[in-house]
């Protein structure tokens, strides 16, 4: 080296690193040229580590602390770099910093619908989202199988990876848990908690600690929560029966009011008990109950459906619910 260039070049003596934007989780001091002094100070911030590379080989580590560079606290470097007694000064390492600090509030969600088995509904589709937070807890590690020599590695760079390795868990947890879908809310706290310890060793695997897991929801897609809904409409309407009969009392007040008067909420009345009669005959021929015409009584049920549709006694939803139902029995 000539003297120029001896003259030219600068020697670090405080190496550092203040984090100036959220989301970096490694940083590379900037050595360009530069060469590290004997008796440089090194400070390590609180939720920091600094790791010491030399010629691509994992040296030494440093958690918080405020430190002056020597043999003494570069043990595995001076190993390396075949020093003796003291540095030969100055001399050239990477230097990487690392933010151990928790990231919280990571996103989470099952890009497509996973399909399980359920006792009650049979195959069926489900999503599912939440939020997890996390730390680097081990940076050689993370250097070693993540970050690497890059200058800056922040949470998006390996945020595609770790939302994989969480819907994998998932799926697979979901696959076996052999709970109804109907009493998967109630248990979202043991899913998070059993999920939590499973995603720990893949997290560990690039030097990171889970620190938290939530399940914040599952759900059905659209189409299938349509026709949840519907199951559940026909089960509170529960005795087709009285219900028609109590949907023809209440529409007295508004049949009277109307052409016809209370004639016309007695006609109405009227058909609402025989439906119900009919109804209830109708039905139980379909489940087994012996009747002397099951399938024209279905068809008489469909025709009053749709004459209290009609004259306003039922609502459209109403009459598509009892009408489905219907359907259902007689297919």
Not at 228 to 240: H, K, P, Q, T, Y
């Amino acid at each position: 080296m000539s003297v120029f260039d001896f003259i030219s070049k600068q020697f670090v003596d405080v190496i550092d690193w203040t984090e100036s934007e959220d989301g970096v989780l490694a940083y590379r001091f900037p050595m360009r040229d530069n060469e590290i002094q004997t008796g440089a100070r090194l400070t390590v911030r609180e939720t920091q580590a600094a790791l010491f590379v030399n010629e691509g080989k994992v040296a030494d580590l440093f958690n918080p602390g405020l430190y002056t560079l020597t043999t003494q606290n570069l043990p595995v470097l001076t190993n390396l770099m075949n020093w003796d007694k003291a540095f030969a000064s100055p001399f050239k390492s990477d230097v990487y910093f690392f933010s151990t600090r928790e990231q919280l509030a990571q996103k989470w969600g099952t890009p497509t619908a996973i399909t399980i088995r359920d006792k009650e509904f049979g195959p069926i589709r489900i999503q599912a989202y939440g939020v997890y937070s996390f730390k680097i807890g081990d940076p050689k590690t993370f250097y070693q199988k993540v970050s690497g020599s890059r200058e800056i590695y922040r949470i998006g760079d390996i945020e595609g990876q770790l939302r994989s390795t969480v819907t994998t868990s998932l799926s697979s947890f979901l696959g076996s848990a052999q709970i109804p879908f109907i009493d998967m809310a109630a248990n979202l706290v043991a899913f998070s908690s059993v999920l939590l310890n499973t995603l720990s060793a893949g997290f560990s695997d690039y030097g990171l600690s889970l620190q938290s897991f939530q399940v914040q929801s599952v759900s059905l897609p659209a189409e299938l929560q349509k026709r949840l809904d519907e199951r559940a409409s026909m089960n509170i309407v529960g005795d087709l029966r009285n219900y028609t009969q109590y949907q023809a009392a209440q529409s007295i007040p508004i049949a009277a009011a109307n052409e016809g008067g209370v004639a016309g909420a007695g006609a109405s009345l009227g058909a609402g008990i025989g439906i119900g009669q009919v109804m209830s005959q109708a039905l139980g021929g379909m489940l087994g109950t012996p009747t002397s015409s099951g399938a024209s009584d279905a068809a008489g049920v469909l025709e009053k459906l749709h004459e209290l549709f009609k004259k306003g006694v039922l609502s459209q939803a109403e009459f598509d619910a009892k009408k489905t139902e219907l359907l259902k029995k007689i297919g």
